[in-house]
């Protein structure tokens, strides 16, 4: 029977997400994530110290002592399985991280435990797309595209209006999915198209090639502005370009203040764990609800695909209704006896 750090171990293995802070890197993300699973699991009660038989010699008398010693058996505890000697009882646990997020940026951070890990690989083979939302400033380029970097030119921006971005975010979007379409390797005129592009899969087979899927402004107030994004396939470097690339496009200069992501697969920002919630207890119960949303996709699947080969209604009605008017208008007419 399983110890009760080893059924908690068992109950944590699975994805989950957390929320990753602007400033901090992924890596120290993972390690106090893993400390912090460390602590949980040690801190749960152990098993009682195994226990042995010991003789001991007692004499009582100096009568008893002349003709022999006298053994008197005791039970000890076994000091070499003693938790003092043999130090915690787990000391390191894999935590997997998903799509990463570089030191500048922050959101949704994918992390897995234990045998999650082979999840987390299956779940990025797939067509799994992110979105960002980015803040952006016009007037400024950098080295870097970002507004910590060494600023390379200003421009001015007053020119520029929401309908004359939202007119380069078309075309920006529109080049995309053009692309997306071209390396997807599927015929657009077959069944199997359909299906994909029905199920949000249809993308590039190329995973090197950064796919924008969705772009549209939320906010525009100059300088300041900012964007949503759907993507994949994408680097923070490379949503920091596209900023630049706009501004470039507007006739101007733009940098990226900041990058977040706020969906990563079917793990959104409300699923995500902050700091202060990085513990054994609720990474539990996170891994728990997502066990529990793929229970719930995979018994949804089949009863939408039984829907679909469902035929409607109302053309089996409309069909039986035209087959018994031919019915009718096939009856005899009676004709008059009378002269």
Known sequence: MANPAIRMLRRLEGLFCVYKPSGVHWKLVRDTIETNLLKGLNAT??????QEVRFFTSADSDAEASKGLTL???????????????????????????????????????????????????????????????????????????????????????????????????????????????YSNVDMRSQEAYELAAQGLLGSDMKLLPILTGLRCIHF????????????NETQKYLRKVVHEIGLELRSTAVCKGVRRTRDGHFSLQDALTRHHWTASDVKQAVKQY?????????????????????????????????????????????????
């Open 45 to 50: 009660p152990s098993q009682p110290v195994p």
């Open 72 to 182: 008197s058996a005791a039970s000890v505890p076994v000091l070499s399985k003693h938790p003092l000697v043999t130090g915690p009882e787990f000391q390191q646990i894999k935590v997997g991280v998903g799509h990463r997020l570089d030191a500048f940026s922050s959101g949704v951070l994918v992390l897995a435990v234990g045998n999650g890990n082979r999840t987390l690989n299956d779940f990025y083979r797939t067509r799994v797309t992110r979105d960002y939302t980015l803040q952006g400033e016009f007037g400024t380029a950098s080295d870097d595209f970002s507004n910590t970097g060494r600023a390379l030119e200003r421009s001015t921006y007053g020119h520029i209006t929401q309908d004359n971005l939202d007119r380069v975010l078309a075309m920006l979007q529109g080049v995309n999915q053009k692309a997306m379409l071209t």
């Open 221 to 232: 107030q100059p300088p300041n502005f900012t964007l949503e994004v759907q993507c994949a």
């Open 291 to 339: 066990h529990l949303t793929i229970k719930s996709k995979r018994q949804s699947r089949p009863q939408i695909k039984d829907q679909a080969l469902q035929p409607p209604e109302e053309n089996t009605t409309a069909k039986v209704t035209k087959h018994n008017r031919s019915t009718v208008s096939l009856s005899p007419i009676p004709v008059s006896t009378e002269l």
